[in-house]
C-alpha cells in the first residue's frame, strides 16, 4: 500500500496543472485515454520490476534538470546523404531550417497538423500501438507522452520512398524540456528509411510508433549525442505485418541517462524484424539503459537483437530483452545477444535477458556476456609495433562490429564508424 500511494503521489504531482493540447475530437480521446493509462499504472519508481537498474527520478520530476550546452566541432551526420531534413530545436519544428516536407512516395506532415483535422489516417495509429504495448510491462511513460505530446511528424510511406528522411534535434536552451511524438505508417509493399540524430533537449521524451503492412520495409538509423549532461526517455512501438521487414539501429554517445525502450509485435507470417544498438560511455555519471521486447504472434518469423556497449571510467551499460513467442507461432526463429567490454574496472553492465516460449518448433537463443581487451589479441598487436591505445581502439571497433553489421545501407554504416572512431581517438591519453 505504501508503494502505490508513493506512486500516485509522484504522478499526481507531475501532472498538476497539466492542460492537454486542443485537437480534433479523436484526438482529445487518444490523449485523455493516454492520461488515464498514466493514472492507472503510476509513474515508475526504482522499485518497479523493470526499472530496478535505472532510477527514473529525473525522468519524472516535475522540471527537468539543467543540461549545459555542448559545442560540436564535427560536421552534420549523414551530410552527404540526399535526405530531407525536417529539424526540431528544443523540441519545437523550425520550418526555417527544415527542408520542404515533399518527397516522392511518402505524405510528410507536422503532428500538430494533423491533431486538429476532424478525419485523418493517423488516428488509426496515434497512441494504438503505444496502448497494445503496455500488455503484459506496463510503460506509464510512454502513455505520458502520448497525452502531453505537442509537437513531431506523421508520415506515410504509399511507395518506395525516394530520400531518406532525417528528424534533426537541435538543444540550444539548457532549461528544454520536450516532448516529441512522432508516427510512420507503411501501406502495402511500401518502403521507408527514417534517420534521427541530435541531442534534442536538456530532457528529452520522444516516441515513434510504426505500423509496418503487409510487405512493408522500414529502415531506422539513430545517432544520440552527444551532449555530456542530456536525459532522455525514447520508445519505440512497431507492429509487422506478412513478409513485412522492420530494421532499427541506435548508436549513443555521452549524456547522463539514455533509456531506450523498443516494443515490437509481429502479427504476420514470414515477417522479420531486427534491432541493434551501439553505446560507447565515459564517466560515472554516463547510465544508458536498452530494454527491448519483441512478441512472436504469426508463423515463420525472424527476430534479431544485437547490443554492444563499450564502458569506462566508471559508466553504467543495461539490457533487458525479451523474445515472447505466443502459442501457434511456430518455425519462429529469435536471436538474442547483448554483450559490454568493460575498459576499467569501475564500469559495470547489468543484463537481464528473457525467452518466454509457448510454441514446440521454434529456434530461440540469447546470450550476455562482459569482459575487458583480448590481452592476447592486444599483445599480438603490440608485438608488431602497434601502440597500445591505437591497438586497443582497433580491438573495440571490432568487438562492435557485428552489431554495426545490421545496418544495411553501407554508406549510412561508415558515417557511424567514423563517428565511433572519432570518438575513441579522442579519448586516447
Known sequence: MALAQMKTDLTEARLAGVTLPDGAAWAQKARQDALARVRRMGLPTKRDEYWKYTDPTSLTDISAPKAAL??????????????????????????????????????????????????????????????????????????????????????????KAEKPINFIYLH???????????????????????????????????????????????????AQGRDHERRAITHCFARIGKEAT????????????????????????????????????????????????????????????????????????VFQGKILVKEGAQKTD?????????????????AKPELEIYADDVACSHGSTSGAIDEDALFYLR????????????????????ALEEIDNDVLADALRDRLDGWLLRRVD
Open 383 to 402: 608485438s608488431r609495433g602497434v601502440p597500445e591505445n591505437t591497438a586497443t581502439n582497433m580491438l573495440t571497433l571490432a568487438f562492435l562490429a557485428e
Open 70 to 159: 555542448f559545442h560540436n566541432d564535427e560536421g552534420p551526420l549523414f551530410d552527404d546523404v540526399d535526405r530531407v531534413r525536417i529539424v526540431f530545436v528544443d523540441g519545437v519544428f523550425d520550418a526555417a531550417m527544415s527542408d520542404d516536407l515533399q518527397a516522392g512516395g511518402v505524405e510528410i506532415e507536422r503532428l500538430a497538423d494533423a491533431m486538429q483535422t476532424d478525419i485523418h489516417w493517423v488516428k488509426d495509429v496515434y497512441g494504438m500501438l503505444e496502448a497494445r504495448g503496455q500488455d503484459p510491462v506496463e510503460r506509464p511513460l510512454a502513455a505520458l507522452n502520448t497525452a502531453m505530446a505537442t509537437d513531431g511528424v506523421v508520415i506515410r510511406a504509399t511507395g
Open 334 to 350: 529469435g536471436y538474442q545477444i547483448s554483450q559490454s567490454l568493460l575498459l576499467d574496472e569501475d564500469s559495470q553492465f547489468l
Open 172 to 222: 540550444n536552451d539548457v532549461n528544454s524540456d520536450a516532448i516529441l511524438h512522432n508516427v510512420v505508417k507503411i501501406e502495402d509493399g511500401a518502403e521507408v528509411t527514417i534517420l534521427e540524430t541530435g541531442p534534442a533537449a536538456a530532457r528529452f521524451s520522444k516516441q515513434l510508433e510504426v505500423d509496418v503492412a503487409d510487405g512493408g520495409t522500414f529502415h531506422h538509423v539513430r
Open 246 to 317: 522492420f530494421k532499427s539501429f541506435t548508436l549513443t554517445f555521452n549524456g547522463r541517462l539514455t533509456r531506450n525502450e523498443c516494443v515490437i509485435e509481429i502479427v504476420g507470417d514470414e515477417a522479420v524484424a531486427h534491432v541493434a544498438g551501439v553505446c560507447v560511455g565515459d564517466g560515472n555519471d554516463f547510465h544508458h539503459d536498452d530494454t527491448v521486447f519483441i512478441t512472436h504472434d504469426a508463423v515463420n518469423c525472424e527476430s534479431r537483437q544485437v547490443f554492444k556497449k563499450v564502458l569506462r571510467n566508471g559508466a553504467t551499460g
